[in-house]
């Protein structure tokens, strides 16, 4: 239900041509800039998925973030957390059709392949923001006096949509329970 638009081999080849001729030029003297390389072939990347130059810099950035030991990789299982970084919110489910993991180790992934899970991700229709969730709590809302009740919360966060476990929806309310006897 979700393709994932892989860039295409010949911008594969194109950006590795790119930079081997960078590398060539670097090394006999007639070097052409990191920056002109980056300038380039962020043009390219554009042009092929319809990005956004914005949306590829917070791309880019997300990932050094989730870049940890600094050779390029980023584990799947951050796939989300970096997808999310970069403004977007998609469900663990869309995550996991996408090529994300659920277990850490299991997959690698390369700059070349987030950009288009990223598109995916951004084309994908199964994402809501808070805007939607605030929507939702209003129904709730029984005195119209922007409360709700503290059980009510629990259970929506237990067994709706993404569920929380007991625990996490526990910790998650223990500030406000202390506060408010009544409504949260």
Not at 47 to 75: P, Q, R, S, T
Not at 143 to 166: A, H, P, Q, V
């Amino acid at each position: 239900p979700y393709p994932l638009c892989a860039l295409s081999p010949t911008t594969k080849q194109w950006v590795s041509t790119q930079s081997k001729q960078w590398y060539q030029r670097r090394v006999h003297g007639t070097c052409i800039s990191a920056i002109q390389l980056y300038r380039v072939t962020t043009e390219h990347i554009m042009a092929e998925l319809g990005l956004k130059k914005k949306e590829i810099d917070a791309i880019e950035f997300a990932f050094d973030v989730y870049d940890f030991k600094g050779d390029g990789n980023v584990d799947a299982f951050y796939a989300g957390d970096l997808i999310r970084a970069c403004n977007l919110n998609p469900t663990l489910k869309t995550i996991n059709e996408v090529g994300g993991q659920a277990e850490k180790g299991k997959k690698m992934l390369s700059k070349a392949e987030v950009y288009p899970m990223y598109k995916a991700c951004k084309d994908s229709k199964d994402q809501g923001g808070f805007h939607d969730f605030v929507e939702i709590l209003k129904l709730y809302d029984k005195n119209d006096d922007n409360t709700m009740i503290g059980n009510e919360l629990f259970r929506l966060l237990t067994n709706l949509g993404e569920k929380l476990s007991k625990e996490e929806a526990k910790s998650l309310m223990s500030p406000w329970e202390t506060r408010h006897t009544r409504g949260i």
